[in-house]
């Protein structure tokens, strides 16, 4: 995510400085907080908070506002999944990695659908993480290669496929949003205006009964397999 500007301290005319990041951990393993804390630390982040629940988790979005949250999915009580709606309400302009064992791809698809922005395994290697961080703050929706295939393998072609009623306009936006393009590059890409890419996602949630950006990243992903049909 690009995040504003601000002056640097000083006399006016000074070069501008990117405002702090802030980054906060829910996971109920110190050895994730210590690891994590790090990692964002390298990343750029100035401040780094670390929870041990959901509902610790929340309170601190809600007070502090952070740039990024990296959740477990295995939280006591409340659980990492259902804390996703509650922690986007709590501060909208969060960015959500859900960070967990779970590694199964049904688990990728829920997350996207709730609202995260990436989903990693906890097996994955730290360079995983970086790349996973440093997409999501750009405002990109992040699956590493292997969970993205194994989610698309999840489903084959049916008969009745749901983008049999798409453009092909509309099918080049869908599959572009799965592949993490926002709808400013897809226009570009397309040499068309950001309104016409905007109104054809607007079409494309009507006719996939999409309930949202997320959603629609989910079926281009579930639908790969038509990407050249």
Known sequence: MAHPLRMASGQAGDLCAPLP????VIDDHPMIHLGCRQMLADAGFDEILTASSAEE????ARSRQPDL????????E???MESIAPLLRACPGLHILVFTMNDRPAFAARVLEQGAHGFLSKNAPPASFRAAVA?????EVWLDHDTAMRLVTRRG???ESPLAGLTPRERTVLFRLGDGLDLTRIA?????SYKTAANTSAALKRKLAARGLNDLIR???ENAGERSL
């Open 219 to 221: 079926i281009a992903i």
């Open 57 to 60: 988790g929340l309170a601190l």
């Open 157 to 159: 072609l049916t008969a």
């Open 135 to 139: 997409a999501i703050t750009r405002g």
């Open 69 to 76: 949250a990296v959740l477990d999915l295995n939280l006591p």
């Open 21 to 24: 990041r802030c980054g906060l």
């Open 78 to 80: 409340a659980g990492g």
């Open 188 to 192: 570009t890409e397309l040499n068309v």
